[in-house]
């Protein structure tokens, strides 16, 4: 696999870039001019355009019938999302935080995952759900989790995040044109950087991981919000010496194994990073998985540099629970370099 | 079948919203005609549907639990008692209208029209639902109970925006409504006036729990003017009067006119299913007080104090429905073929590599058994 995609994350962007919230809401128009079936729905996405402004101007141009305001009641919301998709519509819906999504987990575990299986494939339920998910904006209480592993556990749902605004419009324009349900985590620290892309989602597929930053030393496996600290790790330790790969994974659920364990026999080294915490949290999959596919590969244990097993911080305490790139640069210490190898490789 | 229900006027001032003090009745426990209700009596040709529909229904439900006792199904909840409900509420849905039962509503689904075999395939454990719900609009089974009740409110709010005539009913019990489900649904309904009937069976128990200990409310059905919601109480036993009910509630909505909370009150004759033990939280007394109401006596005495039955035609319905039961009989103990294929197959439009993987996996195993003489034995 050689789908090196843009570099330019970690590197200042000129100015005329598009933010992610901007490719978001243009993923959200295109898909509305060009089917009739998609509609837009969740908490306060119609006049006000959402609290993150995802969906900013959407209910003027496509009137309120297609781009409406819901009560508040998130089971509520995808709940009659889930009715929609029976009878012929393609809902996007929105989850206004990660934490708010809870009310909703019956209807997303026990019907939304499971109505394709239990019908014998006669009824499809192309809904997609929308959440900002994780830290790094200061948020209070319940307004910076990282889910991702309840919804990747979960057999029937296809679990996305992009990293980038060119991958949030291809993600989120392929995630609604997918038969699937899909459980889209968008990266709220992510929504306002910038990427010079022209916004496009022809080729674009719903299940690749993708090389960041191509290396030789050792691959750090990202998603969503922690891929550009990854690629800012990966500029330190090119600095010392080391060159470091990156992939970002786009697709939790299914799970990319060609393109990461590719890497990783190239490398003979591997750290997932993700916010979320440790126990039982997504890197536990991708490090069982590295050590059942490239045993004979690897040169030191996979190690996960993730957030605490602790509940979300306070906004003044999250610095020190947020994956770091000191935190990622350490971990790619311990990766008994002097046990193998007689020096440190000089260049990368 | 003639439209039949007289059009009760529905404002949105709170007193319109309430139930009657005393549940809708057209039929009297003995069969005569009430005097004077603010419904009318279906035509003669539904009341006739009606009763052949209840002793197909409650023939349906006794060989289904006697299938369990065979080992034939793994489970079945009895609706037997609740006769009057299931095909009353039924009957009066149009073809193009939408139906979203409950584990306890097989009576309901068969009377829509759907193979018995094919209603049965959840409880017999083959497959979660083993008929296409597009075929005869019925949603498979909720288990998870209230969660279908926001399924009804979607299906109805996207063929109002499709401009499709089509209403969703979704049938629930008394334990449901105390649900977050049920709230969210009558209250989402209410507020995009989808086209809904919330048809709520109150048979007194949500397994062994009574209502005393579900709700405070002076009926579930004063529950709709919390929400905007006009309610209706009928009683339950009554055939004819959840028929005129319902349908009144179906053209509402299919006019536009928004949701309609109904509460039938009737009685679960039964256990919670044949794995439960009914004597442990109710007296029998109990029971047979609600015996005495049966509904499809009720209906069959006015029928035959109208002339409308005979004793002759009661027989040769019995014979049908003995030769259905027979039928499901020997349908449900032919032996199915189990693919373990299937396990894999609609998890998504895809198999994703890792179910590819892992039927591989089971495959490998099942070869190795399949080798083993210890195994094959």
């Given at each position: ?348 | ?210 209502l005393a200990k579900q709700s405070a409310a002076p009926s579930l059905a004063h529950k709709g003017v919390g929400y905007g919601v006009p309610a209706m109480l009928v009683d339950g036993n009554d055939a004819a009067a959840v028929y005129a009910v319902v349908q009144d509630a179906v053209a509402a909505a299919a ?123």
């Amino acid at each position: 696999m050689t789908a090196i995609a843009e570099r330019g994350h970690a590197r200042p962007v000129a100015p005329p870039g598009v933010t992610m919230a901007a490719a978001l809401n243009q993923a959200l128009a295109d898909a509305l001019s060009e089917d009739e079936t998609v509609l837009v729905f969740g908490e306060d996405v119609g006049a006000l355009g959402g609290v993150f402004r995802i969906t900013d101007g959407l209910a003027a141009r496509f009137g309120d019938a297609r781009v409406f305001d819901t009560p508040l009641a998130e089971s509520g919301i995808v709940g009659t999302a889930i009715g929609m998709a029976m009878n012929g519509l393609r809902p996007v819906v929105e989850m206004q935080f990660d934490a708010f999504a809870y009310p909703a987990f019956e209807q997303i575990i026990s019907h939304l995952a499971k109505f394709r299986n239990r019908t014998r494939g006669r009824v499809a339920l192309p809904v997609v759900i929308r959440i900002p998910y994780g830290g790094g904006i200061g948020g209070v209480e319940h307004h910076c989790d990282s889910s991702e592993a309840y919804y990747a556990h979960t057999p029937g749902l296809r679990v996305v995040t992009p990293a980038t605004p060119g991958d949030a419009y291809a993600l989120l324009r392929q995630a609604i044109e997918c038969p699937d349900p899909v459980i889209f985590l968008e990266p709220k620290r992510r929504y306002w950087s910038k990427q010079a892309v022209v916004l496009d989602h022809a080729g674009a597929t719903l299940d690749q991981a993708v090389v960041r930053r191509p290396g030789s030393d050792v691959t750090l496996i990202a998603y969503g919000g922690t891929v550009g600290t990854a690629l800012e790790a990966a500029e330190a330790a090119a600095e010392e010496g080391r060159s470091v790969e990156v992939i970002d994974l786009r697709s939790l659920s299914p799970f990319d194994d060609e393109t990461v364990t590719a890497s990783v026999r190239r490398t003979g080294r591997a750290i997932v990073v993700h916010e979320a915490s440790r126990f039982c949290g997504y890197g536990a999959e991708v490090a069982a998985r590295l050590s059942e596919q490239c045993f004979h590969y690897l040169e030191a244990p996979v190690l996960r540099v993730t957030g605490f097993d602790i509940p979300y911080p306070p906004p003044h305490l999250e610095e020190y629970h947020l994956p770091s790139v000191d935190r990622i640069l350490d971990a790619v210490d311990r990766l008994q370099w002097q046990e193998t190898r007689p020096a440190v490789k000089a260049g990368g | 079948m003639a439209s039949v229900a007289r059009d009760i006027p529905r404002g949105r001032e709170p007193r319109e919203l309430l139930p009657t003090g005393t549940p809708l009745r057209l039929l009297e426990a003995d069969g005569q005609a009430v005097r004077h209700s603010d419904l009318d009596l279906p035509g003669d040709d539904v009341l006739l549907a009606l009763h052949r529909k209840m002793v197909l229904a409650r023939r349906f439900d006794t060989q289904a639990t006697a299938l369990t006792r065979q080992g034939r199904l793994a489970v079945y909840p009895s609706a037997r008692g609740q006769e009057a409900g299931e095909v009353g509420a039924v009957l009066a849905l149009r073809p193009q209208d939408w139906l979203f039962p409950t584990y306890r509503d097989s009576m309901a689904i068969v009377c829509r029209g759907v193979d018995p075999v094919e209603v049965l395939t959840l409880l017999r454990g083959d497959w979660h639902c083993g008929y296409d719900p597009y075929e005869f609009r019925v949603a498979p089974q909720c288990t998870p109970l209230a969660t279908n009740t926001l399924h009804a409110v979607g299906v109805a709010h996207a063929a109002r925006l499709k401009g499709e005539d089509t209403v969703a009913m979704v049938m629930l019990g008394d334990g449901a409504t105390s649900e977050g489900d049920t709230h969210a649904a009558l209250n989402f309904a209410a507020v995009w006036q989808a086209p809904v009937v919330f048809f709520v069976q109150n048979n007194g128990y949500a397994i062994s729990v009574p209502l005393a200990k579900q709700s405070a409310a002076p009926s579930l059905a004063h529950k709709g003017v919390g929400y905007g919601v006009p309610a209706m109480l009928v009683d339950g036993n009554d055939a004819a009067a959840v028929y005129a009910v319902v349908q009144d509630a179906v053209a509402a909505a299919a006019q536009g006119r928004g949701p309609t909370l109904i509460e039938a009150l009737t009685y679960r004759i039964e256990a919670h299913t044949n794995a439960d033990d009914a004597t442990r939280y109710r007296d029998q007394d109990e029971v047979d007080g609600w015996l005495a109401r049966d509904p499809l006596a009720r209906i069959r005495q006015h029928l035959l104090a109208r002339g409308l039955l005979d004793e002759p035609a009661i027989a040769a319905l019995d014979a049908e429905a003995e030769a259905e039961a027979a039928a499901l009989r020997r349908r449900m103990n032919a032996d199915r073929r189990h693919d373990p294929a299937d396990l894999f197959r609609h998890v998504y439009a895809e198999p994703t590599p890792d179910l590819r993987g892992q039927q591989q996996e089971l495959w490998a195993e099942l070869a190795a058994a399949a080798d083993d003489p210890e195994v094959s034995r």
